[in-house]
């Protein structure tokens, strides 16, 4: 299974952006790189995920290496709602699709 | 719409105990997973199915069992309930391509 690699935690202001990164140097060319938050308390949710090109939706950005050993996420103006641990995810098609969860990282967003 | 569905969402058992922790969806998706989350850490991977009458293994596959007889329930089954099994246990699907996975909301089972 291809590995991520992000920071334990990082820490926002609010209503400033937020780039949140991730390593995954073994990714294989048929990986899709998946983000995902986890809210305290709930399950998680699904934020966004690419192949190659750079990604936009409601919820964030996700910028993809040329090389796709690494990508980042990027919450345009954080808010104390985005507080979360936030996971980098390789979906693996060649295995049916399972999600392999790393441990994240966990942002803090201050007044 | 409901989504991804777990009962219970709380659960108490007793050592050597077995339950079933029940999951359905009503989307349509071929795949579906279980996960337990333990205090303070990720969410790992127990078995997952990519279709009706198709499961496999994940990470942490022992002492659990699991089956796939219709496409909206996957039930997964505690044979005989350990102190370690206490935690969080989330049940998620997504559909055949690359998109993300819906995640139920979790049953927290202690087992004392």
């Known amino acids: 299974d291809a590995k991520t690699t992000q920071p334990n935690s990082m820490e926002s202001n609010e209503e400033e952006p937020v780039h949140l990164p991730c390593n995954h140097s073994t990714i294989s060319g048929t990986d899709y790189i998946h983000w995902y938050r986890q809210l305290p308390s709930q399950g998680p949710e699904y934020v966004i995920h690419g192949l190659t090109s750079n990604v936009n939706n409601r919820m964030a950005s996700l910028a993809i290496a040329e090389d796709r050993k690494s990508s980042t996420l990027i919450l345009h103006r954080a808010t104390l709602r985005d507080a979360a641990v936030y996971y980098c995810i390789l979906r693996e098609l060649n295995q049916g699709g399972k999600l392999i969860f790393g441990q994240g990282t966990e942002l803090s967003v201050k007044p | 719409n409901a989504g991804v569905t777990q009962t219970p969402k709380f659960q108490v058992l007793k050592t050597g105990q077995s339950m079933t922790l029940q999951c359905a969806q009503d989307m349509n998706h071929e795949y579906m997973s279980w996960y337990r989350q333990d205090p303070g850490m990720g969410l790992r991977l127990i078995h997952y199915?990519?279709?009706?009458?198709i499961t496999d293994q994940g990470e942490v596959p022992n002492g659990y069992n699991v089956s796939r007889s219709t496409t909206e329930d996957f039930p997964l089954r505690l044979l005989s309930a350990a102190p370690s099994q206490t935690s969080v246990y989330f049940c998620?699907?997504?559909?055949w391509g690359v998109g993300g996975y819906t995640f139920g909301s979790g049953t927290r089972l202690t087992v004392v």
């Open positions: 998620a699907s997504t559909s």
């Open positions: 199915s990519v279709g009706a009458g």
